[in-house]
Structure formats: structure tokens, C-alpha cells
């Protein structure tokens, strides 16, 4: 298959089985299990058709082997579709590896070449695993003027607390702010602890006004 745009997809196998019992599959990307196991347990008829999904599989843009993988026997599988994963929601939490895509000056801007923790993403945004709670990745390495973007959906108008989850090893000040669709919405957010780069705190401005609908933050 041929991906045309970096980013996450919900993986939907259609299913049916006359078969008691848990049936289960698997999808692999390049040899790789990106969905772990998508199991059912409905037995309603042959012909009898459901849907199993996982959501917010990564999928880089290029050309890929897909394969499903029966892991039990006793279902029939009608189709696999790949769809994008609606956009995410606030409020809520923003994994900032996860920018839009697009490349650069769409997804993000990053001043110096190439992915310097070597993690997650291929292009020029620098990446690495995280110690914090929860684990995952963190973007590092940052120049004053580099930033990432999101495609967002407020589900509801109101007011809210942004809050960045920050580390630094740099005496002084540091700061970032918060764009909504190109304009400024909470001024400075400054910190000056340097306990480290894995020594993680909460950065908060409060009461900024989100109307609701889609919005690029």
C-alpha cells in the first residue's frame, strides 16, 4: 500500500462468526505488529458482519507491506479499512511528537537539520524517549523561534488552563507561548528551573478563551 500523509489511522477489520469463543487478528506494517491484538467474541452468524478497530495506529507516508494476521481461526474478515483519526480533542492532552503533518513550515519549524534523539519521526523536529510520568517521547533540543503545530477540535466554548509540560539544564529564563490559529493567546509562559532535562514541572496560564470547532494551535 501507498501512504499519502504521515499520521495516525484507525485500523477497521469487518468481521463475522458463527463461532463461539474469542476470534482474534493482528495487523502488521513492514513486518512490525501495530495494532496488538483486535479480538471479538460475537457469534451471531457467517454473514454477520461487525467491526473490530484499533485507533491511532502511526503510519509514515510511503509505500508499505500491510499484513492481517488471523492469531484464532472460525471468522470470516470482509475488508480492512485505514481512515484517518478525527482530530484530537480539547480539552485534553497534546503529545507535542505528534505535530501535524505536512513537513516543515506546516507541521513544525526546527532551525538545525536532521532528528538529533533519533526517535519516532524521521524529519527535522529532535525527539527522544522521556523519564516522565507515563513515559513516551518529549521534543528537545530547542532554538528560540522553532515551533509545532496542531490540528485540534474544541468540543465545547469556554474558558481554559493551557499548561506545557517543561525540563530544562539551562540557568535563566526560558519561555514559549500558545497560538490559536495565528494569534497569541496566553503571552509568556516563563520558567526558570535547570534541575535537569529530564526533571520534569508544569508551566499553567489560566482562563484563555477556546470558542468551539476546529482550531490550529
Same mark, same amino acid.
Given at each position: ?8 489511522? +484507525? ?5 463475522? %462468526? ?11 506494517? !513492514? ?6 491484538? *483486535?479480538?471479538?467474541? !460475537? ?7 461487525? +467491526? ?17 494476521? *488471523? !492469531? /484464532? ?11 484517518? /483519526? ?24 526546527? /532551525? /538545525? ?8 519521526? %524521521?524529519? !527535522? ?55 490559536? +490559529? ?6 509568556? *509562559?516563563?520558567?526558570? +528551573?535547570? %534541575? ?22
Amino acid at each position: 500500500v501507498n501512504v499519502t500523509e504521515h499520521g495516525h489511522y +484507525d485500523l477497521t477489520a469487518r468481521v463475522a %462468526s458463527a463461532v463461539p469463543g474469542t476470534k482474534t487478528l493482528h495487523v502488521e506494517v !513492514d513486518g512490525v505488529n501495530v495494532t496488538g491484538p *483486535m479480538s471479538f467474541t !460475537d457469534a451471531s452468524g457467517w454473514q454477520v458482519w461487525r +467491526d473490530v478497530v484499533a485507533t491511532r495506529v502511526r503510519l509514515t507516508a510511503g509505500p508499505h507491506t500491510l499484513r492481517v494476521v *488471523m !492469531d /484464532t481461526g472460525g471468522f470470516n474478515l470482509n475488508y480492512l479499512k485505514v481512515t484517518p /483519526t478525527p482530530l484530537p480533542t480539547l480539552p485534553g492532552r497534546l503529545q507535542v511528537e505528534d505535530y501535524k503533518p505536512g513537513g516543515a513550515g506546516v507541521g513544525y519549524v526546527d /532551525t /538545525t537539520a536532521g532528528n538529533a534523539g533519533g526517535a519516532y519521526r %524521521s524529519d !527535522d523536529v529532535d525527539i527522544e524517549p522521556t523519564q516522565d510520568i507515563g513515559g513516551g517521547f518529549n521534543v528537545g533540543w530547542i532554538k528560540a523561534g522553532e515551533w509545532l503545530a496542531f490540528d485540534v477540535n474544541v468540543t465545547r466554548h469556554g474558558h481554559y488552563d493551557l499548561t506545557a509540560r517543561v525540563a530544562s539544564d539551562v540557568p535563566g529564563t526560558k519561555t514559549l507561548h500558545v497560538e490559536v +490559529d495565528g494569534v497569541d493567546v496566553t503571552g509568556p *509562559m516563563s520558567f526558570t +528551573d535547570a %534541575s535537569g532535562w529530564q526533571v520534569w514541572r508544569d508551566v499553567a496560564v489560566t482562563g484563555v478563551r477556546l470558542t468551539r470547532g476546529p482550531h490550529t494551535l
